[in-house]
């Protein structure tokens, strides 16, 4: 699959511009990001969803000073492990619950569960503030025998600490087949061999029901999707949500409770925030 990269540099001293950026940029199809070490940001899209006017008007309306648009390339072909080596994807160690890392990675903690991942260019290191916020919930939930769906699953990192942790069947759905063969390889990293990885929307779950549902998606993905899960959610089942600011969570815990979903925890992380919602029996 072909990927260009926009960089943009940022001069704004406020954190949370670069977040907004970010933000907006998701909602436009880009995917990955990347912190260099010049002020500059580098954003990951899908050559076939990289639309050059839609980011301009993007960048016209943008609410901040402080962001300027220095290029937009194709990617040149290279080792993708290789360049998230060099760009210092560092184990990630949750108290002693959870530790990730990659194949590269040596002289690791032990840890509860291990977790072995080959990013690529798949969302789900757990780096991210929504992925390590549905983590830290997952390590306290319990999982043993549910059946779960981890919904854009990037990396399937989620889908694989629920596995770890006892879930039972493991279904994980992703409209990029970058990330769908991404999470097939990581799921043989880690010994797991009956996880169901599939390629599509949330069509797919038509007629399919499941106990947990995560859901690491952007705010508008979310709130169009959100009906198929309330469907899709077994009754007394889990919906956790995350990929959306502080900000956008009345709008989400409005539309939840037209769909008899009841927010239960909410927990946030860097103006970055998850929720956790239960379907009424």
């Known amino acids: 699959m072909q990927y260009s990269q926009s960089i943009f540099r940022i001069t704004a001293q406020e954190d949370f511009v670069r977040d907004v950026l970010v933000a907006g940029l998701a909602e436009l199809g880009y995917e990955t990001f990347v912190d260099n070490n010049d002020n500059t940001l580098t954003a990951f899209v899908q050559t076939a969803l990289l639309s050059g006017t839609a980011l301009q008007e993007f960048l016209d309306e943008f609410p901040f000073q402080g962001v300027t648009l220095l290029r937009t390339d194709l990617c040149e072909d290279k080792d993708w492990n290789e360049e998230w080596e060099k760009n210092s994807f560092q184990p990630i160690q949750i108290d002693n619950d959870c530790l990730i890392h990659a194949p590269f990675h040596k002289d690791l903690p032990q840890c509860r569960y291990?977790?072995?991942?080959?990013?690529?260019?798949?969302?789900?290191?757990?780096?991210?503030?929504?992925?390590?916020?549905?983590?830290?919930?997952?390590?306290?939930?319990?999982?043993?025998?549910?059946?779960?769906?981890?919904?854009?699953?990037?990396?399937?990192?989620?889908?694989?600490?629920?596995?770890?942790?006892?879930?039972?069947?493991?279904?994980?759905?992703?409209?990029?087949?970058?990330?769908?063969?991404?999470?097939?390889?990581?799921?043989?990293?880690?010994?797991?061999?009956?996880?169901?990885?599939?390629?599509?929307?949330?069509?797919?779950?038509?007629?399919?029901?499941?106990?947990?549902?995560?859901?690491?998606?952007?705010?508008?993905?979310?709130?169009?999707?959100?009906?198929?899960?309330?469907?899709?959610?077994?009754?007394?089942?889990?919906?956790?949500?995350?990929?959306?600011?502080?900000?956008d969570i009345p709008a989400l815990t409005e539309k939840a409770a037209t769909l008899g979903l009841i927010v239960t925890s909410r927990q946030s992380k860097d103006n970055w925030a998850m929720l956790v919602l239960h379907r009424k029996k």
């Not at 260019?121 to 319990?142: N, V, Y």
């Not at 600490?161 to 097939?184: E, M, Q, S, Y």
């Not at 947990?212 to 705010?219: D, F, G, K, S, Y």
Request: proline content about 3%; aromatic content about 4%.
């Open 114 to 247: 291990d977790i072995i991942i080959n990013p690529k260019m798949a969302f789900g290191t757990g780096t991210h503030q929504t992925t390590s916020l549905i983590l830290k919930e997952l390590l306290t939930t319990d999982l043993k025998d549910k059946s779960l769906l981890d919904m854009g699953c990037g990396t399937a990192v989620l889908a694989i600490l629920a596995c770890k942790r006892g879930a039972h069947p493991v279904t994980a759905i992703d409209i990029d087949n970058w990330c769908t063969d991404n999470a097939a390889e990581n799921c043989r990293l880690n010994d797991i061999h009956d996880m169901d990885i599939r390629q599509g929307d949330a069509r797919l779950l038509e007629g399919r029901h499941f106990d947990v549902i995560l859901a690491n998606i952007n705010r508008n993905i979310l709130l169009m999707d959100m009906p198929r899960y309330a469907t899709t959610l077994n009754p007394d089942g889990i919906l956790i949500i995350s990929g959306f600011y502080t900000q």
